[in-house]
């Protein structure tokens, strides 16, 4: 069982995310890459307060391609979408406690570009969502949502 | 010196969406034209002296809403190039004949006390409603108003995978179905609370009574206290739009009136204007005007399918009720009977009168729409409360805009002119039961503008059609104006429709010249520097 | 704490606001432009003032300058969307007994002067044409004239230049130091020619009664008619190009902002209060708002030598050019009684109505003059027969200008009733003249008078040449002779607007001769391309 937030957990989400897909009827053959910006908010034990973990992730035909860590925005790497939000947040739904839809709705995460094609592929995104939040036995090495005084 | 005739992109318009696409083309290192028809670049955006020296009135568009979330409000700098915003704190309000007065405020909880003095439930709900959209409401407005459009069946699937019916009270695909009247009688029970949201809705186009438009409502509830001023009057965005353009080499010339669009070979090469002037472009031609002007009386026939030729003449569909307005210059503000009862009401920039239920709304629609004049019960704009000069030291202006027919059932639209300033006085009468300190004495002189002025003023706004096409399910997304022109493209090669006609619809949106710029930029593989993510 | 610091900041944006902008900003200064309307253009406004769609000139009309306005080529004007047309039949006068009417043309069919105006008197045609042959080549020396700052020493010599190029016509010097009427009924005999030509000098904003003003008959009056322009669209679409310039070069327009005071530090120019803030200026603040509104207003007493505190103060506006504008919607152009000799009347740019004899114009200048509302009459304008785009198809748009009394003479409430009844009376009496022109063909109708311009653009008792053309406030004695130069005594401040010489009207020289003062203050480039004479 891994860690959150390690290269060995995001081997398992990959791997996760790519179980997954092989069951889908059809899967898009379009390539994109995500940057997700986990906020530290001062709560989550895994980001120090004000800083940012950002994650590349590359998906390519609905599979995913590798995934990266990177200190700071790589202008080389042209991205198709960016969700931010607090790290709380994203500990609740890789704890399978909180909804990444909800999330979204909510305004708690914002997502940005271009969202016709989240909306036409919403089977797959489904999947996706799935696979990040159910997907992946984790272990919480300091500690686990939800936190003393997180509701 | 010969004229330069050449240039990359022609856009005809130059309203805040033809300028807009055309100060991103300009960014992106195209040659750009944009060609207006009238003396004034802005279209909607227009702020006249028509009264008074003095005395700035916005003539057609007063409101804007998206400023904060329209992305070439950041892309092309609109702040720094001297728009100046107000959100006025108090925004909006309804007084009723009884002498109450509800306040919609930009402080959430004296919306919510407001409301509770009528219903501790509604206000309830109404939080409830507000917050839930709110929420979403950036999601979804940039989802839907600033990408090309996706169908109501593809975001109806996408909505019910992502199990968003269960997540939200107020998101059901049921909405689809219902008219903002249903919607609100099934959530709220008081009449003037119900009275003011389905005004709220019909200020927005959203006509409370139309089938389907419930789909819409809790998006503009999310909007509902984010309404702006443009200091100084509305063309001030109009000029800072040129501005960009003109500061990345882009060109706006005023009276320059289209007559024809050039198609050569299938494709759109570039445009005749009324002086006799014949100017090229090298990649495309867009229009932000009426899709009638554009297809019927710019293309040559042969250029288009005989089949949409008939389709624009019988299928785009305008709006059934216009806007008349009087525009007021007054030594002072409004002050209202009913700030006994609500002080704030004195401080709201557009009061509501006298709409105390969504039955009164209801007949009136029905009379407007049978080409009657109702008795007028305007909703009345103080600008000056809040904008520090568009009138001189110790005066107002005031607006006032009062739903009605574009053509009367006698006399059609030309009897307009005759009417005017009778409809005037009795809509400035209405003003003064509820505020019965504007007196004669107290007006300085007054001007109307009547639903046939806008489309004399505005002739893309076709009958006084203020959003360029009717507000309606079957007249949305991909669907407006019509599904094969719903992507921005035309049957004609490099020919671009970017302005109201297409979705997300009139108003200050900025979304048809931005949609617009995306689709063209597919087709031209121009880069989006704008939308770096 | 300033808001924001420029080298340069012009207050007004007038067109000669917008031209001191552009040049200075070309080279290589940031430039701010504050003004106080929402709209720029100052008096080169056209709006929708009476029905949507028919669009009026409410002060500036025809455009006599356009072939030499530097900044129109400097800048690409045209590209910048500016157009004009000369319409081939430029001026006339229509009479209400229905003899014939006098229309002077177009430069390039002058000729067809003379027989109109041998109607009336074969040797006043002579003397019309003769005069206006040799005005053809004045452009050169109008531009460097005007282009150039105004010269003291040259100030006198206008008599013999005019003798010089007069001369053998019997054109003594002395002709310059008489009155305009004077020097129009030497050289003109019929009444018919004496009434247009009074009335054409009065559009100079010269009484006709005013000594040392004589000049002008045989120089500015018959150089212009035969170049008048239209703007097509509308006069303000020249503010439009030079704003468009203006952003192109990089200068920022600042709307909605009344300049309050300007910051005088260590006698320098240094900034200027607003609403916003102060704005810094590291170099210059060049000013298109009037001199008096300058000085008094915005530097004030404490910065200012008590003279020329006192020379601002007592800058006279009025009573000549006080302009009232009536804006008529009309189905019809008129159809004037004197077409049936000439049908080019009908179809004239400027046509002088209300005038049968050279006393009607005498009488309704001293009246006006006076205080006292003139017997109505007008020179009028019917763009819409050029320019159709001014108005709804099929419709027409028509102005005029009327010399008026200040602004001053009477109260808001008599000029209110001023604006109704008086439009009335002139309705009636273009009616003698044109009898189409009655309430059946007006659509509506309004007068603009002289309490509403001055209270849109400042132009004090609506003196649309901002400061009376007499002779102690004309050439290097305008606005008065201390600060003729542009530059207004303190470090930095210079005058751009038509309070500086040459005076009210569209030439854009004051802009233009105040970026030259400026550019020799701070070794910046000359303006025009080199060997330009001006």
Not at chain 1, 112 to 135: C, H, I, N, P, T
Not at chain 3, 235 to 245: E, G, R, S
Request: net charge negative; aromatic share 10%.
């Amino acid at each position: 069982m891994p860690d959150v937030y390690t290269p060995e957990w995001y081997e398992a989400v990959k791997s996760a995310i790519n179980d997954r897909v092989a069951t889908l009827a059809s899967v898009p053959v379009d390539e994109f890459t995500i940057a997700v910006e986990i906020v530290g908010d001062g709560r989550t034990p895994y980001v120090a307060e004000g800083d940012v973990r950002r994650f590349l992730i590359r998906l390519e035909g609905g599979t995913c391609a590798w995934y990266r860590e990177l200190d700071a925005d790589d202008p080389s790497v042209k991205l198709d979408y960016r969700f931010t939000g607090p790290g709380s947040d994203f500990d609740a739904i890789a704890a399978g406690l909180a909804d990444p839809i909800d999330a979204a709705l909510s305004g708690t995460i914002r997502v940005k570009g271009d969202m016709r094609f989240l909306m036409r592929q919403a089977e797959m995104v489904q999947v996706l969502l799935e696979a990040y939040s159910q997907g992946v036995e984790t272990t919480w090495p300091k500690g686990r949502p939800p936190y003393d005084g997180v509701s | 010196m010969t004229l330069k005739d050449t240039y990359d992109a022609i856009i005809i318009g130059a309203g805040h969406n033809g300028l807009t696409l055309g100060a991103y083309l300009a960014r992106s290192g195209l040659e750009v034209l944009v060609l207006e028809r009238r003396h004034e670049e802005g279209g909607g955006l227009c702020s006249e002296e028509v009264t008074q020296p003095g005395f700035v009135h916005n003539i057609h568009a007063n409101y804007h809403t998206f400023v904060d979330m329209a992305p070439p409000v950041a892309d092309l700098d609109v702040r720094g190039h001297g728009v100046e915003y107000v959100r006025p704190e108090v925004q909006m309000a309804s007084i009723y004949d009884d002498g109450t007065a509800l306040t919609i405020h930009t402080d959430m909880d004296k919306t919510l006390a407001s409301m509770a003095r009528f219903s501790e439930k509604d206000a309830a709900t109404f939080q409830r409603l507000y917050g839930e959209a709110h929420g979403f409401v950036d999601l979804l407005l940039g989802t839907l108003m600033y990408q090309p459009p996706l169908s109501v069946k593809e975001l109806t699937k996408a909505l019910a995978t992502f199990g968003v019916e269960d997540r939200s009270e107020f998101l059901s695909v049921k909405l689809r179905r219902e008219t903002i009247n249903q919607f609100l009688n099934r959530h709220f029970e008081n009449d003037k609370i119900k009275a003011h949201l389905a005004f709220h809705g019909a200020v927005c186009s959203y006509t409370n009574d139309v089938a389907g438009l419930a789909i819409g409502y809790p998006l503009l509830v999310g909007k509902i206290d984010n309404w702006h001023l443009c200091v100084g009057g509305s063309h001030r965005l109009a000029h800072a739009l040129w501005r960009d353009l003109a500061q990345h080499g882009g060109v706006m010339w005023s009276d320059a009136d289209v007559t024809d669009i050039i198609v050569e070979g299938g494709r759109a090469v570039g445009v005749k204007t009324a002086g006799g002037l014949e100017l090229h472009a090298r990649k495309l031609v867009a229009s932000t005007v009426s899709v009638e002007q554009t297809l019927l009386e710019f293309v040559n026939p042969k250029e288009i399918p005989d089949e949409l030729s008939q389709r624009v003449k019988s299928e785009v569909v305008h709006k059934d009720w216009s806007l008349f307005s009087v525009h007021m210059a007054m030594r002072t503000f409004p002050e209202y009977k009913a700030a006994e009862f609500d002080p704030d009401v004195n401080r709201a920039w557009v009061v509501n009168l006298g709409i105390d239920s969504i039955e009164r709304l209801n007949a009136d629609w029905k009379s407007i729409r049978a080409g009657n004049l109702v008795d007028p019960q305007p909703n009345a704009a103080v600008n000056s409360l809040y904008d520090p000069v568009d009138a001189p030291e110790g005066c107002t202006t005031g607006l006032l805009r009062q739903f009605a027919p574009f053509a009367l059932a006698d006399g059609g639209e030309g009897a307009w002119d005759d009417m005017g300033r009778w409809y005037g006085q009795k809509c400035i009468d209405a003003w003064r039961r509820y505020a019965p300190n504007l007196t004669d004495d107290e007006i300085i002189d007054w001007s109307v503008f009547t639903p046939h002025d806008i489309a004399r003023k505005l002739p893309n706004m076709v009958r006084g059609d203020w959003m360029m096409g009717e507000i309606s399910l079957a007249n949305m997304l991909d669907q407006r104006p019509l599904p094969e022109l719903g992507q921005y493209r035309t049957p004609i090669d490099g020919l671009y429709m970017a302005g109201s006609t297409q979705h997300p619809h009139g108003f200050i949106t900025f979304g048809p010249g931005y949609n617009a710029l995306q689709v063209i930029a597919d087709d031209l593989g121009i880069e989006k520097w704008w939308s770096r993510i | 704490m300033a808001v924001a610091t420029y080298d340069a900041i012009v207050v007004g944006a007038g067109h000669n606001g917008l031209e001191t902008a552009a040049y200075l900003q070309r080279a290589g200064l940031s430039t701010l432009v504050i003004e106080r309307r929402h709209e720029e253009g100052g008096g080169v406004n056209t709006e929708e003032a009476v029905l949507p769609g028919f669009r009026h000139n409410m002060h500036a009309s025809y455009m006599e300058f356009f072939d030499i306005i530097p900044m129109i080529p400097d800048f690409d004007l045209e590209d910048c969307g500016l157009r004009s047309l000369t319409p081939e039949n430029q001026c006339g006068i229509a009479f209400s007994d229905g003899r014939p009417p006098i229309v002077l043309h177009r430069n390039d069919r002058y000729e067809l002067d003379h027989a109109s105006i041998a109607q009336y008197s074969k040797a006043d045609a002579d003397t019309w044409i003769e005069i206006k042959k040799r005005t053809f080549d004045f452009g050169d020396m109008i531009a460097i004239g005007i282009y150039n700052p105004p010269n003291p020493a040259t100030q006198g010599m206008q008599g013999q230049l005019l003798e010089g190029m007069f001369g053998d016509m019997g054109v003594r010097a002395h002709y310059s130091t008489k009155t305009p009427k004077t020097v129009i009924d030497e050289l003109y005999e019929s009444a018919e020619m004496r009434t247009l030509l009074y009335r054409t000098s009065v559009e100079f904003g010269v009484p006709l009664d005013q000594t040392g003003s004589g000049g002008h008959i045989f120089t500015s009056i018959p150089w212009q008619v035969g170049r008048w322009r239209m703007a097509l669209g509308g006069t303000h679409t020249l503010a439009k190009a030079m704003m468009q310039a203006c952003y192109r070069e990089g200068v920022e327009l600042l709307e909605n902002t009344m300049v309050d005071k300007i910051i005088v530090e260590d006698g320098r120019a240094a900034g200027v209060v607003t609403r916003h803030g102060e704005f810094r200026a590291n170099k210059v603040i060049a000013c298109n708002a009037d001199v008096r509104q300058v000085l008094v207003d915005m530097v004030g007493p404490d910065n200012l030598d008590p003279l020329i505190y006192k020379r601002a103060k007592d800058f006279r506006y009025g009573p000549s050019g006080v302009l009232a504008t009536p804006a008529l919607c009309i189905y019809d152009p008129p159809a004037y009684k004197s077409a049936r000799w000439d049908p080019d009347i009908d179809k004239c740019f400027y046509t002088v109505v209300g005038y049968d004899q050279p006393e009607d114009v005498a009488r309704y200048v001293r009246d006006a003059h006076a205080g006292h509302l003139p017997e109505p009459a007008a020179g009028t304008w019917v763009n819409t027969l050029w320019d159709p785009s001014q108005a709804p198809p099929g419709r027409h748009a028509a102005t005029g200008w009327f010399f008026f009394p200040m602004a001053s003479y009477f109260t808001a409430e008599e000029w209110a009733a001023i604006r109704v009844e008086y439009m009335e009376e002139f309705l009636l009496r273009w009616g003698d003249f044109a009898p189409n022109m009655n309430h059946d063909n007006v659509i509506a109708m309004k007068l603009y008078t002289p309490d509403l311009m001055e209270r849109k653009n400042l132009m004090w008792e609506g003196d649309c040449l901002l400061g009376e053309m007499a002779v102690d406030q004309t050439g290097a004695n305008r606005p008065f002779p201390e600060v003729a130069d542009y530059r207004l005594t303190i470090d930095g401040l210079y005058n751009c607007g038509p309070s500086g010489y040459p005076g009210g009207g569209v030439h854009a020289a004051p802009g233009y001769n105040a970026y030259k003062v400026i550019a020799q203050d701070l070794g910046l480039p000359a303006p025009g391309p080199e060997g330009r004479a001006y």
